[in-house]
């Protein structure tokens, strides 16, 4: 694995940026400023000022060992272990939206009382649990100055992109509730107000999804993997067009989508169970 483009084994690459400065030592990014002294990867203490050979006076864990490059290898096992889980709540999610589908198509033929609204929960609960878990995998990654975790302006996209799907999915599940001839006046209100949240929704998800393509090539970066930095580079674009061209493919596109997005996120999946069984 050396390819210029993501192995900074020796050197330190910038957590904001992702400038590599080509020096270990680099106090600050030549190319944006940002502060290059890592923070504690246990517990976030600054570092700043602290001896290399010495330990941080908040958990004890040895300076040096923050100083390592910023590979996923060299982070806490708790990091790793949020990052797992939120992993396995979306690819576990949506195999179990895929399901609620699936029984939906089904329902549309066989009229079973109370169908519909036990579709409407569950495919909800799905929802949730994919969004929960894309709250998960956004964790902050306590050896980051806060700066460069704010700055690294995916992960705040998706964790507000997050909260307004989830308000949306909620708020959504409202309407369910009326009895369908006559709108009480209140009801008019939360319908409109939800098809409002479906809409900013919708606006979120994609914004989502290319944020979620950005945050996996700079979580492959850390592994490294170049094939699947690569994938979800190209899934930039390819997602799209399978979602709308790929209509065409009999209408496959959009599943075809789906499986190599999962894909793409199991394999990361599997890097981080790998680190954490061989730490
Ligand atoms: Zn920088
Ligand atoms: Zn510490």
């Known amino acids: 694995m050396t390819t210029a483009s993501i192995s900074p084994t020796e050197s330190r690459v910038c957590p904001k940026c992702q400038y590599d400065s080509g020096n270990p030592d680099a106090e600050a990014c030549p190319e944006c400023g940002t502060s290059m002294v890592p923070h504690c990867i246990i517990c976030g ?36 272990g949020q990052l797992r889980s939120g992993l396995s709540f979306v690819l576990n999610g949506i195999l179990a939206y895929v399901c609620v589908v699936v029984l939906g198509i089904f329902s549309a033929f066989v009229s079973v009382t109370g169908a519909e609204l036990f579709l409407a929960f569950a495919g909800t609960a799905c929802s949730i649990a994919i969004l929960v878990g894309w709250w998960r995998l956004t964790t902050p990654d306590p050896g980051m100055p806060p700066d460069a975790n704010a700055g690294l302006g995916a992960r705040q996209i998706i964790r507000i992109a997050v909260c307004v799907q989830l308000a949306a999915s909620v708020f959504g599940l409202i309407p369910q509730f009326s009895t369908g001839q006559t709108l009480a006046p209140g009801m008019t209100a939360i319908v409109v107000l939800s098809l409002a949240l479906g809409l900013a929704s919708l606006i979120a998800w994609v914004a989502q999804f290319f944020a979620a393509m950005l945050y996996v090539r700079w ?26 061209v790929g209509l065409l493919l009999f209408g496959l596109g959009p599943l075809i989508a789906l499986v190599m997005y999962w894909n793409m996120l199991d394999v990361m999946r599997k890097h981080i169970k790998r680190i954490l069984a061989e730490t």
């Open 45 to 80: 203490y600054d570092l700043k000022g602290l001896a290399r050979d010495g330990v941080c006076p908040e958990c004890g864990t040895p300076v040096e060992q923050s100083y390592l490059p910023d590979l996923l290898q060299n982070r806490s096992p708790e990091y790793l």
């Open 219 to 244: 979580l492959a970066r850390r592994v490294p993997d170049q094939k699947l930095h690569d994938k979800a580079k190209r899934f930039m674009w390819l997602g799209p067009l399978l979602q709308t």
